[in-house]
């Protein structure tokens, strides 16, 4: 059975970093791409950074880029997720995901852990 737990959420001030950890079991590096998405309160849930396990490319959203980035590591079969110069609007809860087939999809979802930024 996949499991994905993530790690390192917390309350941090504005302009502060944050590393995510996202360490996945049940399945070894067999995955397609690995990514983050977050969900403010009363909004939805958005994409925020992905990478493809094989090759290392990564893609981020235009609110994050240059800001955050995403990494793997593949002994170890976790995904990071870098974030720095923090801003209020980052505060949500940060889920990270995992996908085995060639498409956009992600067949496996973390329970989420909570980034908060004070202003």
Same mark, same amino acid.
């Given at each position: 059975?996949?499991? %994905?737990?993530? &790690?390192?959420?917390? %309350?941090? +001030? !504005?302009?502060?970093?944050?590393? %995510?950890?996202? !360490? ?14 977050? +969900?403010?309160?009363? $909004? #939805?849930? #958005?994409? =925020?950074? /992905? ?9 981020? !959203?235009?609110?994050? $880029?240059?800001?955050?980035?995403? &990494? /793997?590591?593949?002994? $170890?079969?976790?995904?990071? %997720?870098?974030?720095?110069?923090? $801003? ?16 956009? #999809?992600?067949?496996?979802?973390? +329970?989420?852990?909570?980034?908060? =930024?004070?202003?």
């Amino acid at each position: 059975q996949v499991q %994905l737990v993530e &790690s390192g959420g917390g %309350l941090v +001030q !504005a302009g502060g970093s944050l590393r %995510l950890s996202c !360490a996945a079991s049940g399945r070894t590096n067999s995955w397609y791409h690995m990514g983050w998405f977050r +969900q403010a309160p009363g $909004k #939805e849930r #958005e994409f =925020v950074a /992905r990478i493809r396990w094989s090759t290392g490319s990564t893609y981020y !959203a235009d609110s994050v $880029k240059g800001r955050f980035t995403i &990494s /793997r590591d593949n002994a $170890k079969n976790t995904v990071y %997720l870098q974030m720095n110069s923090l $801003k209020a609007e980052d505060t949500a809860v940060y889920y990270c995901a995992a996908g085995i087939r060639a498409t956009i #999809e992600y067949d496996y979802w973390g +329970q989420g852990t909570q980034v908060t =930024v004070s202003s």
